[in-house]
């Protein structure tokens, strides 16, 4: 089932020059898609475009076949667009409680205490350091919990920014089953990551984004057997 769709999308800072261009693009229910590219290539500034953060320069995004107003980031989140930025942006003077739980205001205390109980299910780490504040976390902890904070808004497509930045791989190995298991639950997952093989990894397919317009799309697992297409596609070249 598509749960994503951009057609003819153009996204960026000033109508006159988008970042991106022209983009159609599916992501399957349950599906997890690397997107991938160079350094400039439009990753975040889609990711922010998905999420409403930018207003829409053209075409547009939908969900479950509804049109999201661009540039409006409530309604992507009523829409189930839930995005993790690469600087996570924690309330890093808050407890590790104190921000998730701000994800979960207005559900009743039992739903928000089973809700609680199940992301931490995912992140064991995070349970004996509900009562630090967030600024005092490793980065991977940090990571997690700007996951976990993700994961509690019910997400239908989970974007994430640069999820191995600044993390040991030991670290990022932890996290990745996280996001295998939630594409399991029935929810898309776009993850930007620079790590390559990282990214194969973990999911489904890959998209290249080279200069704001789609380059390559494979199978992931093809395309870990054959690098160089990747490689290629970063240099310029079309498949
Ligand atoms: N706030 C901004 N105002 C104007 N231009 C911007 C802004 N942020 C990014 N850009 C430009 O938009 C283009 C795409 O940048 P973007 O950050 O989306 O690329 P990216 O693929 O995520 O790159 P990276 O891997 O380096 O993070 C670049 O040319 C960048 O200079």
Redesign the pocket.
């Known amino acids: 089932m598509t749960l994503l769709e951009c057609t003819d999308l153009d996204a ?3 109508r006159s020059a988008p ?2 261009r022209d983009l159609n693009i599916t992501v399957q229910a349950g599906e997890v898609v690397a997107l991938l ?12 475009s998905l999420a409403g953060l930018l207003p829409g320069l053209g075409g547009s995004v939908s969900v479950s076949g509804t049109v999201l107003p661009s540039g409006k980031p409530r309604a992507a989140v009523r829409a189930g667009v839930v995005l993790v930025p ?1 600087d996570r942006a924690l309330f890093r003077r808050l407890t590790v409680e104190k921000n998730l739980r701000l994800a979960i205001r207005g559900r009743g205390r039992r739903a928000a205490r089973e809700s609680l109980e199940q992301v931490l299910q995912h992140f064991p780490a995070l349970n004996p350091r509900l009562g630090v504040a967030a600024g005092q976390l490793s980065g991977g902890e940090q990571q997690m919990l700007a996951i976990a904070r993700a994961l509690l808004q019910r997400p239908r497509v989970l974007l994430i ?2 999820l191995s930045m600044g993390l040991a791989p030991v670290v990022v190995q932890s996290i990745l089953p996280v996001l295998r298991d939630v594409a399991a639950s029935g929810t898309a997952v776009i993850l ?1 990551e ?1 790590h390559v093989r990282l990214a194969l990894e973990v999911s489904d397919r890959a998209i290249v ?1 080279v200069h ?1 317009q789609v380059r390559l799309t494979d199978d992931s697992s093809v395309l870990a057997h054959d690098l160089g297409r990747i490689e290629h596609a970063y240099l310029g070249g079309s498949d």
């Open positions: 960026g800072y000033a970042c991106v590219g160079p350094n400039g290539a439009g990753k975040t500034t889609l990711l922010m690469d920014d640069e930007v620079q984004l704001g």
